[in-house]
């Protein structure tokens, strides 16, 4: 199995919680923490839950602005550094309104707070005994590559690999030299792994 962000949050989760594990498993810049920068979880957490006890939780936590070409430009780089493969997510979104998922909801931030810190409790990521591969950024702004990295020694076996500034959150949406090298460390794993 192949997950990224949140998908490769659930895949971890799932594990741990003893879901039947597949042959491999590799997590790409998974949420094991938001990158909350600059406020601490507590006050992110405190933050969360007010604005649900407020009645708001259904209201987006933060905007998406694009309006304008900086502000594309802002976000485009928080995902990757590919301008092209960032203008075709925006032309799928454009087209496609049932996939544009925009902005996560209060409930939503305050559900993945309250996943993470569950998911790095005591020994749950010791229980994952899949063979596993975590490809991380140290310069994703969107999830926190120290839960990451923190995860990846508390997984037996697990192999982590963290790019440099040369890769952003969407790693195998990144400029060809990043996401080649990604997919050839994940098709080694893979052949490895099936040996």
Not at 43 to 64: F, N
Request: with cysteine.
């Amino acid at each position: 199995m192949v997950a990224h962000s949140m998908g490769g949050h659930m895949l971890l989760r799932a594990l741990a919680e003893g879901m039947t594990p597949p042959d491999a498993a590799v997590a790409i810049a998974p949420m094991l923490g938001l990158h909350s920068a600059p406020l601490p979880r507590w006050l992110a957490v405190i933050i969360a839950q007010g604005m649900i006890r407020r009645g708001k939780g259904r209201l987006r936590a933060w905007t998406q602005k694009e309006e304008s070409e900086r502000q594309r430009r802002m976000r485009q780089k928080r995902l990757t550094h590919d301008p092209e493969r960032y203008a075709d997510e925006l032309w799928w979104r454009d087209h496609s309104r049932e996939i544009a998922l925009g902005p996560p909801s209060w409930n939503w931030v305050a559900q993945a707070l309250e996943s993470t810190r569950t998911l790095s409790e005591e020994d749950r990521l010791a229980r994952i005994t899949v063979p596993l591969l975590m490809l991380a950024t140290c310069a994703d702004q969107l999830v926190s590559t120290p839960a990451i990295r923190a995860a990846a020694t508390r997984i037996p076996g697990a192999r982590l690999h963290v790019y440099g500034r040369e890769a952003a959150h969407e790693i195998l949406r990144e400029l060809d030299a990043v996401r080649l090298d990604a997919l050839a460390r994940i098709d080694a794993f893979l052949d490895e792994a099936a040996r």
